[in-house]
């Protein structure tokens, strides 16, 4: 691990240790609090002899997103017996119904426009993210983003980030403040390491859009027939808390589209010819959409990603939302 990752477990620890001390002063019964603060200074005691982090039974390096998640972890998932497969399984599986149950609902509309999309994990937990959410009538905001990493620390960045948006938008923000203050919070309260790339944006019955892409993939916007690439106006949140953005502004016309996707789409290997599916294969589809629905688009989409991965294995999680004006 990292000295400066090494370095946030370290006062992680101390202070858990020195809430457990004041816990053990004040409360009756000490007995399972004596035990934590016990595992609490073991760890510590490994990190001063530099044997942190790795495992107890097989002596390789205890997974990284882990240790970050609970630095008391002393087993790599290779060695947990079966009591403890069977917990972590259950945390994992009720992780991801949390998950799924922060997606949009799928098959509704918003006035003047209709949306589908796509969500399919890499493992049990995802680093992905996407949101539809109405503001009134008028208007919605929509996101979508990617947590930097894999596997459960990055799912419980994905989790956190998608709050502090959610909680933002009931502060009547424009699309910039929204994205400065999530990058403010969202850097403060994580490690150095942890950043995520996303798009925010909101779109009005008008056919109006503003759109922020923080560091993310460009979305790409189908209007009179054309395809064209919308670039970011920002780096990814997490990584500057000082960081300024900028919006891009444009208009809909019945039958314009904008799709959003992470790089997992793009990114994805065919493991018997190599090369990637690439951002000029998601260009073909929609150059090809000839006014599909959001569903039917979307459909073909990963279809033709389906083909063309040929079954290899999926490295990165994929997520797709794509938004009609109609």
């Known amino acids: ?94 992780a991801a119904k949390i998950q799924r149950n922060l997606l949009p609902k799928k098959d509704f ?50 989790s956190q980030l998608h709050s502090l948006i959610r909680t933002l938008l009931s502060f009547d923000l424009s699309v910039c403040e929204i994205v400065e203050k999530a990058n403010r919070l969202f850097c403060e309260s994580t490690l150095y390491s942890n950043y995520a790339t996303m798009v925010v944006g909101k779109a009005n019955s008008d056919g109006s859009i503003e759109i922020c892409v923080a560091g993310h993939n460009p979305p790409l916007l189908v209007r009179n027939s054309k395809v064209q690439s919308i670039h970011a106006t920002g780096v990814p949140v997490g990584l500057f808390c000082d960081a300024e953005y900028s919006v891009n502004k444009f208009v809909l016309d019945k039958g314009d589209t904008l799709l959003l996707y992470s790089d997992g789409l793009t990114e994805s290997v065919n493991g018997s010819e190599g090369g990637e599916y690439g951002e000029h294969r998601v260009i073909e589809q929609l150059a090809n959409s000839n006014g599909s629905t ?33």
């Not at 001390?21 to 001063?48: H, R, T, W, Y």
């Not at 530099?50 to 039974?57: A, M, N, P, S």
């Not at 097989?58 to 069977?86: A, F, T, Y």
């Not at 209709?114 to 949101?131: C, E, L, M, R």
């Open 1 to 94: 691990m990292e000295a400066v990752e090494l370095t946030s477990i370290r006062n992680q620890l101390n202070v858990r240790k020195e809430r457990l001390n004041e816990a053990i002063a004040n409360l009756p019964d000490k007995s399972n609090l004596v035990g934590l603060l016990k595992q609490v200074d073991k760890a510590l005691e490994k990190l001063n002899h530099g044997t942190y982090g790795i495992c107890e039974v097989c002596h390789d390096p205890v997974e990284e997103d882990r240790l970050l998640v609970d630095p008391l972890i002393s087993v790599c998932l290779g060695c947990l017996n079966e009591v403890q497969k069977r917990a972590l399984e259950s945390d994992l599986e009720f």
């Open 109 to 158: 509309a918003i006035n003047g426009w209709d949306f589908d999309y796509h969500y399919n994990p890499a493992g049990p937990v995802s680093g992905d993210f996407t949101d539809i959410i109405p503001v009134d009538n008028n208007s919605f905001f929509f996101v979508l983003g990617d947590v930097s990493g894999k596997g459960i620390g990055a799912s419980l960045m994905m």
């Open 294 to 326: 959001p569903k039917v688009f979307v459909d073909q989409l990963i279809s033709d990603h389906k083909t063309w991965v040929n079954n290899s294995k999926q490295s990165d999680d994929v997520t797709v939302l794509f938004i009609k004006r109609v």
